[in-house]
Structure formats: C-alpha cells, structure tokens
C-alpha cells in the first residue's frame, strides 16, 4: 500500500539532522501531542555504566551484539587480562578503548545498528554479571521495565524502526533518535493498569524457558564430542596448548613452511599440535576432494541492489551463525545476477568467511537447491566431489579446523584474511561415504533433539508476545 502525505519544510528543519525519511516523517504525524507519552516520559538514558578496566583482574564475561540472540539470549565470550589469548584480542582492544559498559538489573540494552533484528536485551538476575558493548543504547525505564521490553519486541517494535535511520546500509540508531521516540498514551496505560496481572502470566513462562534453556547443548559441542570420539582428538592437551604464551623455536621452524612465516600465531604449539593430530588420521588435503578450484565470491556496491531481484547476495554477515540466512539478505539486479553466473550457489556448495574478526572461517552449507544467491568476495565456495558435504560441514566446524583458520590467518586487527590456497592444503578426513553418513546420522540426531527444545522455547516466547498483545486489546462488550 502507498503511503501519501505533505509536510511542511519547516517541520523538517525542526529536527537538527534534517531528516526526511517517509517512515520517520509518517511515524511524527501518526502522533497527536495530546494521546502519546514522550521517551523521556519512560525512559532515561545510563550515564553511568562505564567501568575500569584496571580492575578486571580475573574471569568477566563480555558480550558484543554478535553474542546475542534474536530472541534476546546472551552467550558472552569469558575473558580474562591474565591470560589473554591472541585468538581473543580483538575483543580486549576494543575494551581497552573504553567499548564496554555494565548495565544494572532491569535496564533494557537495545542494539544501535540493524534493531530489526530485535538483538535486545532485559538485564535480569543472570545477565546482570555481565558486562557488554557500548555499541548498545542502554535505556533506565522509569516504569513497566520488563513489560516494555516485551512491548519493543512486539507492540512498540514498528515505532523503534520508524526512528532509524534507513540508509543505502544497514538501519541504524543513534542516542538523539530515541528523543523522538513517541508511545500511545491509551496502551501505556493500559499495560501500566495491568501491569501486576501482565508480570504475574509472564513469570512463570521465563522460568519454563529457563528450564528448557538448561538442556540444551551447543551444536559446537555436540559436533567436538563425536569428531573427538571417533578420531582420537585430544582437546583437553589442545585446551592446555592453547594457554601458553611463551615458547622457544629452533631457526629452521622458520624455514619450514613455503611462505617463511615468522608469526607468533602461525607457529603456536596448539597449531602444531592440531596439524600433528589430523596427520595421525589422515595424509590427504582438501585439494583431493574438490570437484574444481576453490572460487572467491564477487564484490557489489549499493547500486547493484535491488528488492525485486531474484537472486540473494550472500555476504560474511549472512553465514555468520553457521547456515544462510536470508532474512537480512539483500537481492540483486538482474544484470548483476546475469553477469555473475560463475558466483552463484548450488546445493552442498559449502562457503567460507574468508575475512574479518569473528566471522573469519564460519561456515555454512547450502541445503537448499532452490535458493539462488550469488556469494560475496570475503567468502569462498567449496565443491566436492566424492565426499558428503554435510560431514565436511561438520568437519569443518570443529574446534581442530577452525584453530587451522585461526594460526594460518594473515594480517593484523580486523584486517585478517585466509585464501583459498591456503585452506585447499588443509588436512581432509578421509574415511568411506558409508562410515561418513555414519557420523552424519549421529550428529543430526543430537541436533535435531536441540531443535526440538528450541521449538518449545519459541512456543513458550510467543505466548508471552501474546500476553502482551492482549492486554491492549479491547473486550467486546456482551449483547
């Protein structure tokens, strides 16, 4: 439906960034001064959440956006100043330039770029030990704090969208935009009329979810057991490796590889261990399995997208939780998808973030023979040929191939990158395709009993947004 109206340039003025977005400007229309409470109405801003650093002398766990959920789960990373890791250095620069804050019970934490992906959180009893990214706007509601946490996910989640800022990117938000912020007067308090009946129907639903939460096992564990089990990986030696910083080489280590790497990283006693590991199972690489040289995906820029393409334009983002996910995926030109046929996906290509802290070496295997999506230049696809492509999956997800990513890796910072012809010389398990469907069979069972928790979970989430949305709503009168 086409949304019509007229405004006055003076009304756009009136804001100091000059803002003229359609969903902005409808969203300060939609508002009669008289019916809707302001943000400041509910809300105030933290001002002090910062934390010193200096005393972060043990264990503290840390969360970035990436470390929550769309459901608003947080799994931080454990740090720890005393043993810092290399793998984890990016996390502890970005903390040492003052990018993490600490949020107090029942603050809300809403995230400043793309919040449609509703990576928000509730600071509740467990999440309030942790600390987090400033890359957060860290709300004090004044009332209602749980209940408007529910209502940003659900009932308020059209008005926190109609106030960021939809550029040729990612939508957006910064501190300033949340000042125009509006809430219809009759549902607030409505919800705040309600609101002891409201948090009394939504308790006992948390502490099911939690219950459910407690059972389930992370894929990446499932996957580590049965690799461990079924080809002798030691990841207890691995893990002990892994924390020592300080070790002495020979000269000819240096010479040992055709690149002459000279890196700490690259010549770190878990590296080497991991390699000795894989060569006791097997002597053959990547290279020997591939139906075709291992392909580099292709660039774009803003005017190559377009929202009635057909074809999705897979980047590192959208394979950064394991699998394609299409819904923050963006579509092509058709002249673009034309031009870039030799990009294009096929199902049991396998593609890999070859770039970026965080995302490098994820993986994601396209199960899919209907999607049609042409992949980035910061990924590489893999096609194999005589080999089940869901075992190299999860193979390739393990803690032994992703660390072979980690020390092998080139470049500093954020600016790392791993190339195709460094991951084709990667060991290969090589076992037969029955005794890989085997392996196969076993780890989907596992998955998909974690599957099935997770539905429970969502049934039980939904019945909370339905909570909430009923409680606005109108009781018919009886005739």
Known sequence: MLKQFTTDFRELGKEKSLRYDVDFVDFQNEFLVERYYSFNDLFEFSFENKVDIEKLDDDFFYSEIGNVSKEGDVEPVKLNFGERRIEEENY?????????????????????????????????????????????????????????????????????????????????????????????????DKLTEKQDQIVAQIEPIEKKIKRLKAQITPPQEIINKVFAREFGFDLEKFEELKRIKNYYLDLFAFGNNKDIRQSVKFHRQAGVFVNQELKKVTNKKIKDFISGPIVLGKGV?????????????????????????????????????????????????????????????????????????????????????????????????????????EVNKKGLGNNTNIFPSQIQEFPMIDISLEDQQKIVDEIKAELDKQEEINKKIQTERNEIDEIIEKAIKKRKKNK
């Open 301 to 405: 820029s803003p005017k190559d997208f377009d929202e009635n393409g057909d074809y999705f334009y897979i980047s590192m983002a959208n394979i950064k939780n394991w699998q394609f996910e299409s819904e923050d995926s963006k579509l092509v030109f058709k002249e673009y998808s034309d031009k870039n046929q030799s990009k294009t996906v096929s199902k049991n290509d396998i593609l890999i973030a070859r770039s970026g802290e965080g995302t490098i070496g994820k993986v994601a295997l396209v199960d899919d023979e209907d999607l049609r999506g042409i992949f980035a230049d910061f990924t590489m696809r893999i096609r194999l040929k005589n080999y089940n492509s869901i075992f190299a999956y999860y193979y390739f997800r393990t803690e032994y191939f992703q660390y072979l990513v």
């Open 92 to 188: 502890y620069k970005k903390i040492e330039k003052g990018n993490i804050i600490k949020a107090r019970e029942n603050d809300i934490l809403l995230s400043k770029v793309r919040p449609n992906l509703r990576k928000f959180v509730f600071i509740n009893e467990d999440t309030k030990n942790y600390f987090y990214t400033s890359a957060f706007v860290h709300l004090i509601p004044k009332k209602l704090n749980k209940i408007l946490y529910y209502s940003f996910r659900t009932i308020f989640y059209e008005n926190l969208i109609a106030i960021s800022r939809q550029g040729k990117g990612y939508p957006t938000l910064k501190k300033d935009d949340f000042l125009y912020l509006k809430f219809d007067k009759k549902i607030i």
